[in-house]
């Protein structure tokens, strides 16, 4: 074994000599796969195709002219509408933050406020009754304008927005009407008690906001502002979106620190100091908002809005000191957390491609599904309470007991005066409150460990179910309630071993179980403390994340990225798989190559663009421009599109000099919103321009990033994401060869498409050894 | 005006066909400069080279086949020795700040209680003789041992960590010496109440901790250990260096999350999101073993160390809230705290330069300064409380009035029983406790505003002078109770027109402070809020921040970048100056390359090697091995000095095979520690031998990166940055001409140089449009 093992180590995986010299008959014996692994969704209705996004500075003639044109003035403007626009989204952070809030607390508020009041006179079957039709018609509203205005806004936004800022631009996600959909679905979604959260639906709102806003508003909808082209390129916006997602996460828990965080930590996948200072600055924004309207609901201004209203929940105690006895208590959580939480990733993932199935079939059936599910919780809401015996209130009881009013800890339910129901104190209730009761101290006693028990055990699957409606849902605050209940579980069950009081268990589950599932570490950690407002807590939740995290990891991925590859987005991981370094970018880089000359003739540009879909062509000079053929740059098709639109044409074969810039100006070149583009099919040319010319050099990037053609795809795929790339020219090591030998994509460092090509590493020990090894080096 | 300007701004800065032709006969009249502005340190007193680091993975054909021959089993050993290093400089770094602070607690603390004896029993004269011994004994120890044993040492370190975490590998920084000096020095330097700070070495120490673990050891002191080979590279090194500085600032402030931050936002040039993962969990053990010595010491087994030992200044106050009027306040702190700030930065700037012109006469000199700011600081703690007039104790005081322990409040100092003497508060005490005192909540009226007003003045300029000096030296407390001192006298001031307590005034103050002299954002904020333990101050200090880095930063750069320029690193900025975009790489390389062929003869080698000092040689094959031409890669001049050293040689010129692997071990590959290389010189060679050949192929990295000739000088810099690179290939764009035109490092991306090849730069409009703008964008 060993021996064999040892010869399989001595052989090249690929045998580069021997390829090189049958390649040319024989290739499609070891190359399979067409270029397309991971551009079909499994999840999401249509397939379209995805575009990658010019993250690299396109550096040409134009551009550098442009750009010394611009006088200090211009900087100056472009400056301050940078920090503009950041202190714009951190408002309408804080403004979205607000009302979704405050929408779901006077609609799910006036909901229980009014079952509860038949529950009091006794009348149960009224109460179910108005109960279901509250959150029946709540989601059937949810789901139909999600189905048929945006589809792109089911689910919760995160894994999108996290594709964008790898540089995926997925159809749809940043448009007006996704993120009026987002807001109102989710609103109505989370006001019908479903197990949805509210904390990824605003990420993604914000983010939108911020691309709205970068992208100058929508034409559409005549919302447009001159002030804004500035900001009309992929970079500026992906640095606006990356604000916006922070933004987003520090107004759904009142966390700027924490929301900077896990932009940086979850979201961004590209990152600079000069970024940290802006986001720091947009969650502070969106904090002092929030800050300044609580002030105002703090009198009682905003109706059924009152402390509940945004996620604030005060553990402050002066029992936390902690001692070694508590440790292992805290480590099992961790483990428990890991396993529940990679369990509930992969259910979640089994769930997603049944569901896929079902929506699949059409809107009508979208719809059933997310009506089913709304009846099934409805049910299990309503039901289980029944099944816990009424407790008599506590003596010394710190609030009202039984709870008259929409919150509090002890809910009356069906039971007789002086009696409360723990378990509906859990179900009846917003998530919200669900969780401040759970977090709670000094109520140690006041669940039963079966009602904890069945609170676990229904959130959890009821979670996994809902997430996939066909309506804006997140995953963190049924996260955080199913976590919070199997730590309070927990707490009870270890009875007098540990000095922990219940309510910082539920804290330490909720942790563990976030850590398990979404596998972030120091932004969770932060979002924990600011939430609940406990620096003491620090040491422990740094504990239960770490090893929650550890644990989960051995088994599968963040549940992020499992949803970006249902949904089909090539990702690019920021590690490269061990079989990588055994290839060289020559191995995946495929021919004919399309290329133009500096010069080019406007038919066989038309020819080129009209006949393929690549996105950028090398441009190559030869003699009498060059002394021997050379590559110049590689230039956009969308800047093709923009010479052949304002028909920058010559007559004769030669350079235009400045002259061209007349006839063009910056704006010409703006990145047009996300999923926009000019369609060679729209442009009309005449058959007498047909014959003329197009000099593409002063429009051509003349500093495009290269890869010897030798360099290891590993290598080249740190490289691609680390400086956001979206093409890479392969060049050949000796002369006397065309001056390019391919352009890579993102598709081609798709594992799926590298290994479609060499099947053999499949089952070679590369592919074995990977065991999830890559996230821990 | 305008006109001119607008000519000025068609006209190509560089015209790069002119140069062309002419470049070979006029070259030095356009290019001036040598290759080495930035190698001459200004600070510090030896000239020494400094060396860049390999952060790039070296992918060669030996590396690959060794990398492929590792077993599973060692891939785990190497993941488990990774945590479990982490773990140890967790576990170090818990150790070394709890020792500093003990020791510094109990010297300083036997001094002040000598003193403050002699001061009951009003012997005067005997006190300030006792004092003034202390100091200068302690302040000669630190200096003596600092000038003689390593002056490495001196300082606060960060900078150097910060410069060898971007590639910079400074002389004896991270050497057993280093360590102990700094641990020994600044303990004194602290005890003898200078006005320098325990933050900055302790980040220096638990690095050097770090760097030294992953050097596995000391071979000089036969510390060593065979399991932590793994960690012999630049980048394994690197990612612990990281995880030190973390632990060290996370150790010096109890900030575990704050720790993570300053190491993410200030120290690291590079990053990624395991590493997050891996600081996080460092900064964790740091926590808990710091938790577990606190315990130990509250029950009262450490001596005078008490409650002081450690930062954690508890300023929560039930009157944390904030209303629209304190806002005027606060902005007007963040100014005042942006313009002191940068202020400082440039009179320590000034003051810098003056010690070291003083310091390089000679140790004496050293350590004659040290004792002069030793004196004049003694003079002034001693002598400035008499100025204040003495206060009757106020009648509900919260704690004893006047202090009779080592600390509190309410120092009696000269004053009558019933008495107090508010400036002795503050000068009388070691830093951390006149922070503690400024940050005290319900203690408005105890300090006079004129006492507020002597502190902070003369706190400023003895930070400023003190820095300098021969010893190992802190910024940070300094800083804090500078800002904490005129924060508190800006609270005074407002009086009634604000709500606020001074002792929030006080922290607002050091945040403004920090965010003026050091500009960091997110880290400070979290660091701030974890050692005041209230994180409902959070959007204030946002807010302070922000305002006071953006006032401070339109005048001059953070301290650290100022120190770093003055001790002559070659530190890469993360940003490009705007005249790099208008130049190409190819108008900084510099010719004549020296390259070696596949398959050279030794005598080549070693010529090249000895009258060079290049430390990466292009690989260049020609006929017979290739058909034309080519480069094959980029070999390391250290991997070169390995084969010689082995003598790996051959007698005719033809490829190796695996034959040469079996002569090798990775371990020979490994790099040294910091500064230690093998020299050319010291390796004998036979004359024979010199006629042998080396087949250097499988030693060299295939996948060098590469940039072609007319990438802007900007674009390369990012790429240089982003990938961590030590030599950047610039490649010809066409057939024809030699495979690679040259190499470019560093040095040849520093401004200075860039400028001094091109000093026509330094007056044109892309000078001076800088303006510190690249911060902003």
Known sequence: MESQRDEEAQQPLIDHDHQSTVSTESAPLQRSAINSTS??????????????????????????????????????????????????????????????NLAVENIAGTKFVITS??????????????????????????????????????????????????GVDAPGIFSVRTLVVKIIGNISAVSASLYVGKAGPMVHTVSCIAALLSQGGSKKYHLTWRWLRFFKNDRDRRDLITCGSAAGLAAAFRAPVGGVLFALEEMASWWRSALLWRTFFT?????????????????????????????????????????????????????????????????????????????????????????????????????????SKCKPCPVDASEACPTIGRSGNYKKYQCLPGHYNDLASLFFNTNDDAIRNLFSKDTDTEFQPTSLLIFFVTNYFLGILSYGIVAPT???????????????????????????????????????????????????????????????????????????????????????????????????????????????????????????????????????????????????????????RAWFGLILREHILVLLRKKVFLHVPQPTGTGAFEQLSSDDFAKRGSGKADKIEDIEITEEEMEMFIDLHPFTNASPYTAGETMSLAKALMMFREAGLRHLLVVPKDSGRPPVVGILTRHDFMPEHVLGMYPHLENSRWKKLRLHLPKFV
């Open 283 to 387: 969650t502070a924004v969106v904090a002092v908002i929030l800050r300044a309207f609580i002030d105002v609901c703090n009198s009682d201004k905003c109706g059924l809005f009152g402390k509940g209203g945004l996620i604030m929940f005060d553990v402050t105690s002066t029992n936390t000191s902690y001692h070694v006895a508590d440790v292992p208590a805290v480590l099992l959580l961790g483990v428990v957390g890991g396993l529940l939480g990679s369990l509930y990733n992969s259910l979640l993932d089994k769930t997603l491609r049944v569901y896929n199935y079902i929506n699949n079939k059409g809107r009508a059936h979208k719809i059933i599904l997310a009506c089913t599910i709304c009846a099934l919780t409805t049910i299990l809401l309503f039901g289980l309470p029944w099944v």
């Open 117 to 166: 009041n038949m529950m009091l006179e006794r009348k149960f079957m009224y109460a179910f009754g108005s109960f279901a039709a509250f959150n029946l018609g709540l989601t059937l509203f949810s789901a139909i304008i999600t189905a048929f205005i945006s589809p792109a806004a089911a689910g919760s936004g995160i894994p999108e927005v996290k594709a964008y800022l790898n």
């Open 39 to 100: 551009q079909v969704a499994l999840v999401g209705a249509k397939v379209c195709p995805i575009e990658s996004l010019d993250y690299e500075i396109i550096e040409n003639d134009f551009f550098k002219q442009d750009w010394r044109r611009g006088e200090t003035v211009e900087i100056f403007k472009y400056i301050f509408m940078k920090w503009t626009l950041c202190f714009l989204v951190g408002v309408m952070g804080g403004l979205v933050g607000f009302f979704i």
């Open 474 to 628: 997140g995953l963190f605050v049924p996260i955080i309630v199913t976590g919070a209940s199997y730590g309070r579980f927990i707490g009870r069950l270890s009875g007098s071993r540990t000095s922990l009081n219940h309510g910082l268990f539920a804290v330490l589950g909720a942790a563990s179980f976030l850590g398990g599932s979404m596998r972030m570490t120091v932004s969770l950690c932060v979002v924990l403390l600011e939430i609940t407002n406990n620096l003491l807590l620090l040491p422990l939740v740094m504990v239960v994340l770490l090893v929650s995290k550890t644990v989960a990891d051995m088994f599968n991925n963040n549940i992020y990225d499992i949803i970006m590859k249902l949904k089909g987005f090539p990702y690019l991981e920021a590690h490269a798989e061990p079989y990588m370094r055994q290839l060289t970018v020559g191995d995946v880089v495929k021919g004919p190559l399309q290329s133009f000359s500096g010069i080019e003739q406007v038919r066989n540009i038309v020819h080129v663009l009209t006949t393929t879909s690549h996105n950028g062509f090398p441009v190559i000079d030869g003699p009498p421009f060059s002394d021997s």
